[in-house]
């Protein structure tokens, strides 16, 4: 007869031994495995969180030796009510004057005196002639039309040249304004009656020979630092390359253009941000310490460690032998962390706007003696340095998936040792279960002899 669990027999080989000697067995080959594959989880989680913080300080050198961050320019004018400038990327940084004696108009007539927006304009049907400055368009009419169409009429076969408008002087005072779309001489209007085809002029003189010359179109005249400039428009963008000048009204004005500087500053505040997150985890990642608990992740790695040596080593060593960082105001600290003094930087913009460019982004820096030393910029060389390990296909890269490869191993190696342990103990489990048949038969025999020894005692004792 069989037993449905271990120990019902010999109340020795119970399950609860084997589960004893099973932790046991686990604690010696299973739990090892699982600690280390717990530890390189936390290194590829820390590793994660450093690749993020790297790749962000990447990011940030991207922002600084792309195009566009020392060419933007921003123009100033003194007063703005006189003129208001705006400048294109890489153009020239220069301080200039700007005196307007006037500025260009439009050529603006008038007709004479209808009395409403539906008078007629004509006893009969033909044509005239609309003369813009040397434009001139062909304008048929007939003895229906009235100033309201003739205006809309105007408008839709003349608006690249002309604007026309109706304009109410009293109740009964109605008249055309034809006003040239451009400013500047040689912007005359006028409206010639060629009558129908035999001749016959039946337009309104009131359009005619009654026009009144409301506006004469002349050019903007002013000087750029004392040079008399003449212009047709009021926006001038041919004085000056990448400049776009719009003249406001009659005054003098100073106008100053220079780089970018708020833009520079929050570019490079923006990176000092991600630098000194990043150098900050790094020291925490590879923190020495007698005390486990405070023990970097890291503290032992050379990749790691490396890695924070050459990010730290290059802020020594930019800088194409014409000058240091420290110079344009980027200080470092005791603790390594990266600081921006905008007073030196801004020194350094208004001593040689040129060299800052060259010096941070690249190009070509001209030394005290007159010498021109092309240089890659420091961000260039930081920007390089910090790709090493923050691109793809780089040296985080290649950790992360070195330490994927020993989690996956040791998963592996982990799954083997519990299926070995598993396939032990099944078979000691059976093996018991047989050890205790055989215990719990030899204690039933040994129970019989033991009664049938006792009942021949008393049957002796019973005989006396």
Known sequence: ??????????????????????????????????????????????????????????????????????????????????????????????????????????????????????????????????????????????DTMTLKELKNLINKEAGDSIDATIVQLGDTDFRLMLSSDK????????????????????????????MTNVQTAVDANFKFNGLNIVRQSNTIDDLLSGVTITLQDAGKTNVSIKQDRDNIETKINNFI??????????????KSSQKVEERGIFSSDSTVKGMKRDIQNILNTVGGGVGRMQDYGIEVGDDGRLSLDSTKLNEKLDENPDNVQAFLAGGTFVKSDGQNVEVDGIFTEM???????????????????????????????REKAV???????RTLAKQWQAYDLMISQLNAASSTFIQMANSLTDAQNNLK
């Open 1 to 142: 007869m069989g037993i449905s669990s271990l120990g019902v027999g010999s109340s020795v080989l119970t399950q609860d031994v084997l589960d004893q000697l099973r932790a046991a067995d686990e604690a010696q080959f299973v739990t090892p495995v699982e600690k280390r594959i717990s530890s390189e989880k936390s290194k590829s989680g820390a590793l994660d969180v450093l690749d993020a913080l790297m790749d962000n300080v990447y990011g940030s050198l991207k922002g600084l030796t792309e195009y566009g961050v020392f060419e933007a320019r921003v123009a100033t004018s003194s007063n703005e009510s006189i003129a208001t400038v705006s400048a294109a990327a890489s153009s020239d940084l220069q301080d200039f004057t700007l005196e307007v004696s006037n500025l260009a108009t439009k050529e603006i007539e008038q007709s004479d005196s209808f009395n409403a927006e539906d008078a007629k304009i004509a006893t009969g049907s033909g044509k005239f002639e609309l003369a813009v400055g040397t434009q001139k368009y062909i304008i048929n009419y007939n």
């Open 183 to 210: 400013t500047g001489t040689g912007q005359a209007i006028s409206i010639t009656d060629l009558g129908d085809d035999a001749g016959n002029k039946t337009l309104d003189t009131a359009l005619t020979d009654n």
């Open 383 to 413: 920007e390089n340095t910090f790709a090493k390990y923050s691109k793809y296909g780089a040296v985080l890269d290649d950790y992360k998936t070195s330490i994927q490869d020993r989690i996956d191993s040791l998963n592996t190696q």
């Open 273 to 286: 941000e991600k630098y000194n997150s990043a150098i900050f985890q790094l020291t925490e990642d590879t």
């Open 419 to 425: 299926a070995r342990l598993d396939s032990r103990y």
